[in-house]
T-cell receptor, first 115, second 112 residues
Framework: DTGVSQNPRHKITKRGQNVTFRCDPI?????LYWYRQTLGQGPEFLTY????????KSRLLSDRFSAERPKGSFSTLEIQRTEQGDSAMYLC?????????????FGQGTRLTVV | GESVGLHLPTLSVQEGDNSIINCAYS??????FIWYKQESGKGPQFIID?????DKRQGQRVTVLLNKTVKHLSLQIAATQPGDSAVYFC???????????FGGGTRVLVKP
């Protein structure tokens, strides 16, 4: 395992469809984060897990968004009834313990285009 | 709310010169800071970090300076190379250390 892996790399979907993204963190990392990034902006925090527990969710995470990390390893991010405004890069990161003190490593992201 | 921001959106630098990227943060409780480099179509890549109990840290060709008095962070890249062309983000965590808050990014363009 050489890093954080995200699948798919690209997703084009029609408005109203549901999409699911997967993130495989670095194997020994207990924290997993989801971020969203739009063009020209820094990543915006969405949610994070410590092991299987989802400890914080941003107000950006509407009720159409749900994230899971069922066994404390990989995570999925689902967006229901996608809207054009959901088009963005969705980034996953992982770290040991808290983000403070040990760096968070990012995956390559999943670029979502809603048409 | 608390925020992390950057002074310059784009920095053009001649190959071989030194680059300085600046970042201001507003959360005085920020405890840990990271600089990330992001190339087009890729995720952010860790460059260097610094804790709030330090004012300088050096890596390979990079130096991060932290001035807590004015809540300012900078990244210095020595002998900038074409491969350094990217967008650079500063990010910080608060005392809880639960998540990173990113600034808006500075694009560095290296001219040959």
């Amino acid at each position: 395992d050489t890093g954080v892996s995200q699948n798919p790399r690209h997703k084009i979907t029609k408005r109203g469809q549901n999409v699911t993204f997967r993130c495989d963190p670095i194997s020994e990392h207990n924290r997993l984060y989801w971020y969203r990034q739009t063009l020209g902006q820094g990543p915006e925090f969405l949610t994070y897990f410590q092991n299987e527990a989802q400890l914080e969710k941003s107000r950006l995470l509407s009720d159409r968004f749900s994230a899971e990390r069922p066994k404390g390893s990989f995570s999925t991010l689902e967006i229901q009834r996608t809207e054009q405004g959901d088009s963005a890069m969705y980034l996953c990161a992982s770290s040991l313990r808290g983000a403070g003190g040990t760096e968070a490593f990012f995956g390559q992201g999943t670029r979502l285009t809603v048409v | 709310g608390e925020s992390v921001g950057l002074h310059l959106p784009t920095l053009s630098v001649q190959e071989g010169d030194n680059s300085i990227i600046n970042c201001a943060y507003s959360n005085s409780a920020s405890d840990y800071f990271i600089w990330y480099k992001q190339e087009s179509g890729k995720g952010p890549q860790f460059i260097i970090d610094i804790r709030s109990n330090m004012d300088k840290r050096q890596g390979q060709r990079v130096t991060v300076l932290l001035n807590k008095t004015v809540k300012h962070l900078s990244l210095q890249i020595a002998a900038t190379q074409p491969g350094d062309s990217a967008v650079y983000f500063c990010a910080e965590t608060g005392a809880a250390g639960n998540k990173l808050t990113f600034g808006g990014g500075t694009r560095v363009l290296v001219k040959p």
